[in-house]
T-cell receptor, first 114, second 111 residues
Framework: GAVVSQHPSWVICKSGTSVKIECRSL??????MFWYRQFPKQSLMLMAT?????????EQGVEKDKFLINHASLTLSTLTVTSAHPEDSSFYIC??????????FGPGTRLLVL | GENVEQHPSTLSVQEGDSAVIKCTYS??????FPWYKQELGKRPQLIID?????GEKKDQRIAVTLNKTAKHFSLHITETQPEDSAVYFC??????????FGTGTSLTVIP
């Protein structure tokens, strides 16, 4: 299957700082990427759909100015958590579509905001 | 938007027994239903999927059934093994445009 990487895998930051998470497809070109947030022992919550070359589509309740998504190329999408606060601490996972509907997930990024 | 419910939230079975996890969805336009297995701290992995033009699909010990009229679909794992222990998520999608996940089922297979 397709290979998706995320960087960093772990990040700890102070409250008020911004954190950028990268999601890369290593062996294919993805026009559509998804960003999810997963709290401990909970489900994956879709945050936004990222399309290459256009603005991301955010799910209801997700602040677009808080979670900035840039999908500048077919192999890279970034999520920036701006002015992070402790409640933003979570597991952030990206995924990419390959072959129509098949979704491949990145390994996730654990964010801890102190 | 789509609302996906999943039951049970936890499930324990003896090794060799079967496990069944059920999901319902609300949007009749959803036509693609994948199931994912997620081990602790790892990424979800697709284990089986079904499209709305099919009522049942099987892959070795894993099967999925879909009832479009009732808007529910189920995952069946037969001859369970300890390595099947994980959290399982169902999801619903309209041809790959947004995926909405169920709340997850933590499956424990007791040796």
């Amino acid at each position: 299957g397709a290979v998706v990487s995320q960087h960093p895998s772990w990040v700890i930051c102070k409250s008020g700082t911004s954190v950028k998470i990268e999601c890369r497809s290593l062996d294919f070109q993805a026009t559509t990427m998804f960003w999810y947030r997963q709290f401990p022992k909970q489900s994956l919550m879709l945050m936004a759909t990222s399309n290459e070359g256009s603005k991301a589509t955010y799910e209801q309740g997700v602040e677009k100015d808080k979670f900035l998504i840039n999908h500048a190329s077919l192999t890279l999408s970034t999520l920036t958590v701006t002015s992070a606060h402790p409640e933003d601490s979570s597991f952030y996972i990206c995924s990419q579509l390959a072959g129509g509907e098949t979704q491949y997930f990145g390994p996730g990024t654990r964010l801890l905001v102190l | 938007g789509e609302n996906v419910e999943q039951h049970p939230s936890t499930l324990s079975v003896q090794e060799g027994d079967s496990a069944v996890i059920k999901c319902t969805y609300s949007d009749s336009a959803s036509n693609y239903f994948p199931w994912y297995k997620q081990e602790l701290g790892k990424r979800p992995q697709l284990i089986i999927d079904i499209r709305s033009n099919v009522g049942e699909k099987k892959d070795q010990r894993i099967a999925v059934t879909l009832n479009k009229t009732a808007k529910h679909f189920s995952l069946h794992i037969t001859e369970t093994q300890p390595e099947d222990s994980a959290v399982y998520f169902c999801a619903a999608s309209i041809t790959g445009n947004q995926f909405y996940f169920g709340t997850g089922t933590s499956l424990t297979v007791i040796p």
